[in-house]
């Protein structure tokens, strides 16, 4: 089993800043794909970005390409989004999520392991 445990979303005015943190436990991780997903409110569940772990590849979803940066920190198991220029159109429950394949994808379906998500909430 592998836990996921989001934290650090909020209530932020727009041109502000977030960073997300995925803390991950577990016996069963190891070389793996992680990724964050939104979800607003009547949406489906997006992908935002994504990191193989461990490793340097990643993968942006065009939304938020040159405003977010997702980071891994081995020695904390921990992996973060730093969310930068943030719109009212990132406002969104944000997931982490991991998969056993050392692999990125965009697709929700290909992970296994999801976190409780974190409240984004990006107004004036």
């Known amino acids: 089993q592998v836990q996921l445990v989001e934290s650090g979303g909020g209530l932020v005015q727009p041109g502000g800043s977030l960073r997300l943190s995925c803390a991950i436990s577990?016996?069963?991780?190891?070389?793996?794909?992680v990724a964050w997903f939104s979800q607003a409110p009547g949406k489906e569940r997006e992908f935002v970005s994504g990191?193989?772990?461990?490793?340097?590849?990643?993968d942006y979803a065009d939304s938020v390409k040159g405003r977010f940066t997702i980071s891994e920190d081995t020695a904390k198991n921990t992996v973060y989004l730093q969310m930068n220029s943030l719109k009212p159109e990132d406002t969104a429950v944000y997931y982490c999520?991991?998969?056993?394949?050392?692999?990125?994808?965009?697709?929700?379906?290909?992970?296994?392991?999801w976190g409780q998500g974190t409240q984004v909430t990006v107004s004036s």
């Open positions: 577990g016996r069963n991780f190891g070389r793996s794909g």
């Open positions: 990191i193989i772990w461990p490793g340097f590849s990643t």
């Open positions: 999520a991991s998969r056993s394949v050392w692999a990125i994808s965009r697709s929700s379906v290909h992970y296994r392991y």
